[in-house]
């Protein structure tokens, strides 16, 4: 398969890439930065600079070609303010939509953040940093804007991952992958490694949406469960934006 991942300078990106391209995958990574693209070469990708800020669709969809599935893995990032939060976590995600759309590509793999159900409807949870609002929203908003195009049996087969706090520990292998989950945290590796599993299995019509933190299962079964749950509608599988 041939996976184009958004953000691949970043940190769980490149891991992603590294897991992918030593599969055998090939993957093209998206960058904003010129000065990244020899990192992004060395992980094992086709390196291509992108500011998914500036870029159009048109542009973004010249560098999907042949590509078969799309990963969200982008963020404005600690330290930014509301504003990129509004215009790379939800804006870039909807631009990468739309350039998969127009190069033909279904599937998209989102990641997310748990806890954005905390500000649904506009509600501001107490004692939460306005900025950390405004991220949750944001990706709030790419979820519901991606999951009003995974409906139909020729939408996008969309896939939103909403991994908990996210550690630089080493991969401990094992995860609680559900459609909710306990709030936790999860090092950044199990969550390549989960998107490089649930890669190779495309999400039912409606998409579906999976929380992950740190667990007891190992990857493999958390995932294939995962997908049968999403097959079957059941509690942990396919579920819609007004879930
Ligand atoms: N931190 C957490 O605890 C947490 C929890 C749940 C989910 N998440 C989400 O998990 C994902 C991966 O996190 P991470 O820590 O691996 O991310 P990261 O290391 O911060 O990487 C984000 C990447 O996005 C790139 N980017 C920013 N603006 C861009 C633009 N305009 N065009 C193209 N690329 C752009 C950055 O490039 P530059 O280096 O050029 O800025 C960077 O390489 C993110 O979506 C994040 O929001 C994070």
Known sequence: MHAAIAGAHGQVARLLTR???E????VTGLVRNPDHVADVTADGARAAVVDLESAGAQEVAEQLRGVDAVVFAAGAGPGSGAARKDTVDRAAAVLLADAAQRAGV????????FGVDAVRDGAAPEGVDEVFV???????AAEEELLARAAGPDG???TVLRPGGLTDDAPAGRVRLERSVERGSVPR???AAVCAA???HPAPPGGRVLELVGGQEAVPDAVARAVRAGRSGGPSGSVGATD
Do not use: Q, W
């Open 19 to 21: 897991t992918l391209a």
């Open 23 to 26: 599969r055998g995958d090939r």
């Open 106 to 113: 279904r599937d998209y793999l989102l990641i997310s953040s």
């Open 134 to 140: 405004a991220y949750l929203r944001a990706k709030l």
């Open 156 to 158: 996008l087969r969309l």
């Open 189 to 191: 590796a199990d969550v």
């Open 198 to 200: 649930l890669l190779e």
